[in-house]
Nanobody, 118 residues
Framework: QVQLVESGGGLVQAGGSLRLSCIFSGDIFSTYVMGWYRQAPGEQRELVATVTPGWSTTYADSVKGRFTISRDHAKHTVYLQMNSLKPEDSAVYSC????????????WGQGTQVTVSS
């Protein structure tokens, strides 16, 4: 059973930076596509960024040039480096994993709160 544990959220001023981490366990990390999603109160969950086992990345237009997703196969960890944070980036950020072959379910972490003050 895949488990995902996020950390790194917190309160930061606008213009600041945070780095989120998500530790993966329970299967072969290098066979999973990893992603970060976020959900603000009253809003739908939205995709922030994804990274494939081969390091291909995608980003939401709203975070391009400010956020960077990366993965460390030795540490079974995916990161989201967030720079130039804006108040509208405030949300609960959740880590997601799914097998590259699309077998099995999507897995989710419990989420970590990011709050950006103006």
């Amino acid at each position: 059973q895949v488990q995902l544990v996020e950390s790194g959220g917190g309160l930061v001023q606008a213009g600041g930076s945070l780095r989120l981490s998500c530790i993966f366990s329970g299967d072969i990390f290098s066979t999973y596509v990893m992603g970060w999603y976020r959900q603000a109160p009253g809003e739908q969950r939205e995709l922030v960024a994804t990274v494939t086992p081969g390091w291909s990345t995608t980003y939401a237009d709203s975070v391009k040039g400010r956020f960077t997703i990366s993965r460390d196969h030795a540490k079974h960890t995916v990161y989201l480096q967030m720079n130039s944070l804006k108040p509208e980036d405030s949300a609960v950020y959740s880590c997601q994993a799914y097998h590259y072959s699309r077998r099995g379910p999507d897995y989710w972490g419990q989420g970590t709160q990011v709050t950006v003050s103006s």
